[in-house]
């Protein structure tokens, strides 16, 4: 079932945040009219949309689109941008900042899938749904 953002929005329930603080708010407004949000499965969704939104401006240019989807159990975090290039896992270094994003987003999801297609790229994250 695809729940339409709290915000201007087309048909589809797509919609297009240019920050991570933008796609947290809808995120949980999409959250709370499904369920009452809180708990750590709350901040895991939060966090994955959080960083997905954040490397999308920050190496592809941008967001074009955000979408969430509730299935049984599950939501579906879809992020595409403009960029035909895959995320790459960076190395990481105590002494320098950065670079956990991708890591996090593959640790806390069930499933994650990076779709290139001619106009960019679609990364999908699977979590728990929060009850």
Not at 38 to 47: C, M, P
Request: net charge negative; proline share 9%.
């Amino acid at each position: 079932m695809v729940h339409p953002p709290e915000e201007e929005h087309d048909p589809l329930g797509w919609t297009s945040p240019q920050t991570g603080e933008r796609a947290r708010h809808v995120t949980l407004g999409f959250l709370s009219a499904l369920a009452p949000a809180g708990g750590a499965d709350t901040d895991a969704v939060l966090l994955v949309v959080s960083e997905l939104v954040t490397n999308a401006v920050r190496h592809a240019g941008g967001v074009t689109a955000l979408r969430l989807v509730d299935g049984p159990g599950t939501v579906t975090v879809s992020v595409e941008d403009a960029s035909a290039v895959a995320p790459q896992p960076r190395h990481t270094s105590a002494a320098e900042p950065g670079g956990f994003g991708w890591h996090l987003v593959q640790e806390l999801s069930a499933d994650v899938q990076v779709r290139i297609r001619p106009e960019g790229k679609t990364v999908s994250a699977v979590l728990p749904l929060p009850h």
